[in-house]
């Protein structure tokens, strides 16, 4: 199994990793229209270690997010990387 992980930047400058299982064997198209509901919400929400975690987005920086999915959301620029 691919392992599937995420960095959550935050404002402040620290960042959290996370390492977590496939959550759910969605279809692309599912699977585009949950990363959009995610995007329109204003907090992140996630079981770790055993307790609820919500982080707002206002705290967050950014979200990376691995592997990308195969299906993304309309207007997501592909291939990019970051440069110094």
Do not use: C, W
Not at 18 to 25: D, G, S, T
Not at 65 to 81: C, M, Q
């Amino acid at each position: 199994m691919e392992k599937r992980g995420m960095i959550i930047h935050f404002t402040d400058g620290t960042k959290k990793v996370l390492e977590f299982p496939q959550q759910v064997a969605d279809s692309d198209a599912n699977a585009a229209a949950r990363i959009k509901e995610a995007l329109d919400a204003r907090h992140l929400t996630l079981e770790a270690d055993g307790a609820l975690i919500v982080v707002p987005l206002e705290n967050v920086k950014y979200l990376q997010v691995y592997p990308a999915p195969k299906k993304l959301p309309a207007g997501v620029i592909r291939g990019a990387s970051f440069k110094d």
